[in-house]
């Protein structure tokens, strides 16, 4: 009985969570990811040490190193305004070659067919502000707004 009420509140908590990772903005859940990933990294190490794999554990604090020297590289560029070090998204895609249909750029800023040039400017604007590599989002869908504005104004 005990381990149904564990597997159901599990399940619950696990629905939750899924239900918050769904709404949370792209940049919010990689930092969430990146920590997730160095406290199981640490946690790792010190269950390694106090199982009497010292050797193990300090080569598993090794390989984390470059990644907390990253982030202590992040806070500061942040902190002084800087630009922030390492490379840009890792899997930029360009955008399509071919050209876009008038339909299609429509459908990428969320227009109905016939919008007014200030429509399709104050659309462009809105996405534009979420979807900026600047702001955590991602080169390739900037791009793609981008081309759809550039083709409904010409």
Known sequence: MISLLLGLA?????????GMFSRAKVANVKAA???????????????LFFTGRGAIALSALVFLGPMIWSWIAEGRARRTGGPTPGPRARFWQPPPRGGMSQEEAYEILGLRPGATQADIRAAHRRLMSTAHPDRGGSDWL???INQARDVLLG
């Open 33 to 47: 990811l990146i920590w997730a990933g160095a406290i199981g990294g640490i946690l790792l190490a010190a269950m």
């Open 142 to 144: 900037a791009a793609r």
């Open 10 to 18: 599990s399940l619950i908590t696990l629905l939750a969570v899924l």
